[in-house]
């Protein structure tokens, strides 16, 4: 067995292996590569394990240098999850030890793996699990999940946007409302804003797979989202509303929609995406029906002794949030994705 670089001639392969193995995520196919380096610029160093069979396991990794917080090596930056998927410990084990290797020699502090699901081969690493991923199951249809598993108050809200008359549209069309609705809730929230090019290079190159649902109210929008479909799962990625317009309840009519016609499209589970623990966030999620499952974030600490504290829980960046909170959106869009860009 041997771990080597990706070349371009392994797309088919890297593709295939990524639909049917089963610890594989939506952040392993190989549009997230193109994605990141056409809108952000950082440097892709995706592994591949192969032996006389063939392709056995893939690694997909960036070297991220922040300008302001060092160099590190990310499976996956700015996404959800990433790391090893592998047939085996053995191929798994040889392409950690690679992406060590790939930190050193880029003079990274840390390379860091974000694991959908426990990896045994990575059992050894220091492992944060203060992110959490909620699942909704569709399996047993619609109304399974409308009596079943949404709590009264998700139902009532619901409602309540469909007699407010809440008109959630969809489509490419729908782009614009969408990154107006996540630059507010960005600088609301005191988070630097992805580059538009960002998500106009998801709606690209991952085609009909990616969608988006858009609430408007009175002839304005009022809350967007943007999923992705991948192996009979619909990823709820990025969602953002306006707090004028939460009163409306944008955010469950929208959901609702897109949960409408994941069903309609034979989806068997909803991913509502990732969350601290114990956040309001998390909570708003639970309403949904959904299961509550760990993430595994693991570490090579290279040139640290700490797994890093990179994110908005972290007290340190309490003053950096409370001022860009204050800021004019206008500055928030000028200098957000410059800043984004170094926040992995």
């Not at 952000?40 to 591949?48: Q, W």
């Not at 998927?85 to 990274?108: I, P």
């Not at 998500?199 to 797979?209: K, V, Y």
């Not at 003053?319 to 170094?342: E, N, S």
Request: with cysteine; hydrophobic share 45%.
């Amino acid at each position: 067995m041997r771990v080597r670089e990706f070349v371009e001639a392994d797309a088919g392969a890297w593709e295939n292996w990524v639909d049917a193995c089963p610890t594989s995520t939506l952040f392993h196919r190989l549009p997230w590569r193109d994605v990141i380096v056409a809108a952000l610029g950082h440097r892709p160093h995706y592994l591949v394990a192969e032996d006389e069979r063939g392709l056995c396991g893939v690694l997909p990794l960036f070297v991220v240098r922040t300008g302001l917080f060092g160099t590190m090596a990310i499976s996956m930056p700015f996404l959800n999850a990433g790391g090893v998927a592998a047939r085996d410990e053995a191929a798994a084990l040889q392409l950690l030890e690679c992406a060590r290797e790939t930190g050193r020699r880029f003079a990274c502090s840390y390379v860091e793996f974000r694991h959908r699901w426990p990896a045994p081969a990575a059992a050894q690493l220091p492992t944060n699990d203060f992110k959490v991923v909620s699942v909704l199951d569709l399996s047993a249809g619609l109304d399974d999940v409308w009596k079943g598993k949404l709590h009264q108050n998700v139902r009532n809200k619901i409602r309540k946007a469909q007699k407010s008359d809440v008109e959630i549209r969809r489509g490419p069309a729908e782009f614009d409302a969408f990154y107006q609705m996540f630059a507010v809730n960005q600088r609301d929230h005191g988070t630097p804003l992805l580059p538009k090019r960002f998500f106009r290079e998801i709606l690209a190159r991952f085609g009909d797979r990616a969608n988006i649902f858009a609430a408007h109210r009175a002839g304005r929008p009022i809350g967007a989202k943007l999923t992705i479909d991948f192996r009979g799962t619909r990823y709820f990625i990025w969602s953002a509303s306006t707090r004028e317009g939460n009163q409306f309840a944008p955010t469950p009519a929208m959901n609702w929609t897109a949960i409408e016609d994941a069903v309609a499209r034979g989806l068997q589970a909803i991913d509502f995406g990732r969350s601290t623990k114990d956040s309001s966030t998390q909570e708003f999620k639970k309403h949904w029906g959904v299961a509550v499952e760990p993430l595994y974030w693991q570490y090579h600490l290279l040139t640290r002794t700490e797994m890093p504290g990179l994110n908005v829980t972290n007290p340190k960046f309490a003053a950096a949030i409370r001022m860009w909170k204050k800021l004019p959106l206008f500055v928030t869009l000028l200098c957000g994705p410059w800043l984004a860009r170094r926040l992995p």
